[in-house]
Structure formats: structure tokens, C-alpha cells
């Protein structure tokens, strides 16, 4: 099948599935998630760099365990990357571009520079397992919508919400595990929440319909904050009329119109992250060849 067909294929297969930040997009478990995902898609030769680079890294045995890796130095030996968690908007704002980003970086403008060191051929296998890690957490950061937000309100951490009229919390939390959480417990009440979370992910692949096909993403960052803004602008998700003085109480209803949402976005993230590497790594090893083209589109 030619790259062109692949790409045609993707797109109507994926049609189907369609601010300092303290909270942590996903948590632990949603950029595993993500990255259990998109390590499925991966190519033969994508899939053997990566695992070579990983074997690498001393702290860490399998690609899914480093994509949380970015929120545990963040505040320690790389703090300078806190602002590249999120891009922040003004509140009248519906359009993202490459000038919201703050002087300090963002989240779009991290994905590029690390997807460049990662293709950088003159790079050390240090620097480009250092990007790897970055690269892989910002791609799940990205597709959470709250990390696209109005400035000012941290992503969502100042709106007080009584999720379901049972839990106290905040709207990004909602975002983060709370969605999630109670699918989780309603889809297998039986099982503990470690094998829940390895059963989502295997519920989640199987709604991928993409086997046999070969995922390629071209790099646009903006494009998925752009998709993530209008998600939090939209009058279902409850935000933009919110605020840190009125505490909300989203209800069943909330629930059962937005889980498909969250499940989409952890779908495109992981299946985006793959074609992405996949990408990449073809593109660094091209000699004199060109790399392969895809729509920008391909993997809405």
C-alpha cells in the first residue's frame, strides 16, 4: 500500500474515533496509557529505536514508564520546563497560534524543539532519549484539553467542583482521572484498579481499527491545541462560564456526554504519538531521499 493510500486509510479509520499547571495531565497512569497506545503502532524500525534507547536509561525499563517522567523533574532538576505543560489563552481568544506561546516556552513550542532533537542526526543518544521522554509526555499533555486554557485559572485547578454529588475536586482533575476513574469502576467493578487501567487500554485499542495499516503523523502542534481549545470553549464542557468564586456540579449527564471525549483524546494522543516517531525516525534515517508526506488531517 502506498504511503498516500496509508494515509487516506488513516484518515477515515480515525474519523470513527473521533498556565502553570499543577495538576499532572492523565496522572501517571493516562501518558502510560497513551504510550502503551502508541507503542502498538509503532514500525519495526521505530519500535527497535526505541527500545534501544530505553534500555539506555537506568531508571526506567519500558517505554510506557518514561512518559510521566516529565512531571517528576519538572519542579526539581528541570524546572525550567514547568510553562511547557500548557499554552494559555485569553478568555475571548478562539484561535490558537504559534504567538500565544509565553516568552518562556509552551507546550506547542516544546513539541517542536524535542521532535527536533529526537530527529537530529547529530545528536547523542542522551540528548535524543532525553527529547524521547519529553516528546512522548507533551503528545499526552496536548490532547488533555485542559491544557489549553484561559489564562490566569491554571488550567482549570481554580474552578471547585462536587463531581457526581460525591466528590469534591476541581475541573482539571475531572479531566485528568476523575472521567476515567469512574468508567473504570462502572466497566469492571470486579477487578482492582491496576487491571483496570491494563483493561482500558486494551478496550481502547480495540476500538483503533488500524491493524495492518502503517501510521505516520506529521508534525502540528498547533493543529492539536487548536482541536484541544475548541473542546474547552464548547458549552458542554462547562468552563468557559465557570470560575474559581462558583463551584459547579457536573451530573450523570455531564458524565455520559463528555467520557467519549476523554477516550477520543487519549486515542488520538497515543495513536498521534506513534505516527509521530514513526515519522521521525524514518525522516533521520532518509539519505538523500524524501521523508514520507502525510495531510496534516491524517490522524483527525
Known amino acids: 500500500m502506498t504511503l498516500f493510500l496509508r494515509t487516506l486509510a488513516v484518515t477515515g479509520l480515525l474519523s470513527l474515533i473521533v498556565m502553570p499547571a499543577p495538576a499532572e495531565a492523565y496522572g501517571r497512569d493516562g501518558h502510560r496509557i497513551v504510550c502503551d497506545l502508541a507503542y502498538r503502532y509503532l514500525s519495526d524500525e521505530t519500535r527497535t529505536e526505541i527500545d534501544r534507547l530505553v534500555a539506555l ?16 523533574v519538572r519542579r526539581t532538576s528541570h524546572r525550567h520546563t514547568a510553562p511547557w505543560h500548557y499554552i494559555n489563552q485569553d478568555r475571548e481568544d478562539p484561535q490558537v497560534d504559534a504567538e500565544d506561546c509565553a516568552e518562556d516556552g ?24 532525553e527529547a524521547l521522554k519529553f516528546l512522548a ?21 481554580t474552578i471547585d467542583v462536587l463531581w457526581r454529588g460525591e466528590r469534591h475536586t476541581n475541573l482539571h482533575r475531572v479531566w485528568d482521572s476523575e472521567i476515567l476513574l469512574d468508567y473504570m469502576a462502572e466497566t469492571w467493578p470486579y477487578l482492582d484498579e491496576a487491571d483496570r487501567w491494563a483493561q482500558l487500554v486494551e ?9 495492518g495499516v502503517d501510521v505516520y503523523t506529521p508534525l502540528a502542534p498547533i493543529e492539536w491545541a487548536q482541536e484541544s481549545h475548541d473542546i474547552v470553549r464548547s458549552r458542554g464542557f462547562a468552563y468557559y462560564w465557570a470560575n474559581a468564586e462558583a463551584p459547579i456540579e457536573p451530573g ?4 455520559e456526554r463528555n467520557l467519549p471525549v476523554s ?5 488520538q494522543g497515543g495513536v498521534r504519538l506513534a505516527g509521530l516517531l514513526n515519522q521521525l525516525v524514518e525522516e533521520r534515517q532518509m539519505t538523500g531521499r524524501s521523508a514520507p508526506s502525510a495531510t496534516s488531517g491524517a490522524l483527525n
Not at 478496550?203 to 491493524?211: G, R
Not at 477516550?263 to 486515542?267: A, G, I, S
Open 57 to 72: 536509561d537506568q531508571q526506567f525499563e519500558n517505554f510506557r514508564d518514561v512518559c510521566s517522567w516529565a512531571d517528576e
Open 263 to 267: 477516550l477520543q483524546r487519549l486515542k
Open 203 to 211: 478496550a481502547l485499542a480495540a476500538d483503533i481499527p488500524l491493524n
Open 252 to 255: 450523570d449527564a455531564y458524565y
Open 106 to 129: 509552551c507546550i506547542t513550542s516544546a513539541i517542536d524543539l524535542h521532535a527536533g532533537i529526537f530527529a537530529d542526526r547529530s545528536r547523542s543518544d542522551a540528548d535524543r532519549l
Open 137 to 157: 509526555h507533551w503528545m499526552g499533555d496536548i490532547h488533555q484539553p485542559l491544557h489549553v486554557s484561559i489564562e490566569g485559572d491554571l488550567g482549570g485547578n
